[in-house]
């Protein structure tokens, strides 16, 4: 997946000033923070729908959503109508997935291989709980907590979304051949 329009204009290294406080993910606790308004941020990686910055020696990720706080333009927060058939909420669960990236990896999650699958459960309110299984890169990646909060707020765009769980999970192991060829092509694996 290339650069949404929004992000093509950011590059590796350009210091912006934030135009509002803004909330971010802390990388790689995954905690969201407050950033201030007026402080400097170090564009890291615009990839899908989030900015990795760096501020004061510490990595974050800025949603889409919030990025005005950047001085760009915001991308609406993806949602789904009430409506929403059962093929639309899956697919709008794998769409969200796809725009979740490692901060030091510019591939997605999906085709990078790390999503070994996803579950919606039916409630009997009509709510539905998404429970993700994947992996990491290795059993000692820092990014999980990050990762997962990314797409636990992605997901959560949706109102027939009530909770969603990510089990991470090291068996199978992770390997390159769970990359798509998209992903090797990327990352220059083939």
Not at 105 to 123: A, F, W
């Amino acid at each position: 997946m290339s650069d949404i329009e929004p992000l093509a204009g950011l590059s590796k290294g350009q210091v912006l000033p934030l135009q509002r406080d803004v909330e971010a993910i802390s990388i790689p606790f995954g905690k969201t923070v407050t950033l201030a308004e007026d402080s400097e941020v170090s564009v890291m990686q615009a990839k899908g729908s989030s900015v990795s910055v760096g501020h004061e020696g510490r990595l974050y990720l800025i949603e889409g959503s919030n990025l005005d706080a950047l001085g760009l333009e915001a991308l609406p927060r993806p949602t789904l109508p009430e409506d929403a058939s059962e093929e639309e909420i899956e697919r709008f669960v794998w769409e969200q997935l796809r725009t979740c990236f490692d901060p030091e990896i510019p591939v997605n999650i999906v085709d990078l291989g790390l999503v070994y699958g996803c579950r919606i459960e039916r409630l009997i309110t009509g709510e539905r709980i998404v429970t993700i299984r994947m992996t990491l890169t290795a059993p000692g990646c820092g990014m999980g907590d990050v990762i997962a909060a990314d797409a636990r707020h992605k997901i959560l765009g949706a109102p027939q979304i009530s909770q969603v769980h990510t089990d991470i999970v090291f068996d199978p192991p992770w390997s390159r051949e769970m990359m798509s060829d998209e992903a090797k092509l990327e990352l220059g694996m083939f």
